[in-house]
């Protein structure tokens, strides 16, 4: 199709609630995240070229919320072992919480975050990026 837009040049970002903006981006920053853009309705963050994007959703019940992100990297464990630096709990209901990398079958490895908004994270490890 000549003339058209490459539609693989595009960026898709993952869209999460958040009860508090404040408390969002100060997790996030102990993550490694850094604030790229934040108003009263919108925020922003990133991490080496990765983005995420927050709404707000102060009603939310971290507990019943069904949001989430994956993330696929070539290789977990670096991002795995910065991230465990935090000491979060590792148990199936604290909130957040860290699970130590897992297989599950016909998967690939991964490991799991679940934000204190009660968003869950999939870091998946892909072998199929560049």
């Not at 009860?19 to 080496?48: P, S, V």
């Not at 927050?54 to 795995?80: G, V």
């Amino acid at each position: 199709m000549s003339g058209e837009t490459n539609l693989t040049s595009g960026l898709i970002t993952a869209n999460l609630p958040s009860r508090d903006f404040d408390a969002t981006e100060a997790f996030y920053a102990q993550l490694g995240f850094e604030k790229c853009f934040r108003n009263d309705g919108w925020m922003i963050l990133a991490l080496d070229g990765l983005r995420v994007e927050f709404f707000p959703h102060p009603d939310l019940d971290p507990k019943t919320s069904c949001f989430s992100a994956c993330l696929r990297l070539k290789e977990i464990d670096l991002l795995h072992a910065q991230w465990a630096t935090l000491g979060l709990p590792a148990d199936r209901t604290s909130m957040p919480r860290l699970t130590s990398p897992f297989t599950l079958p016909d998967a690939p490895r991964m490991f799991a975050l679940i934000d204190p908004d009660g968003s869950l994270w999939r870091v998946i490890e892909s072998e199929d990026l560049a």
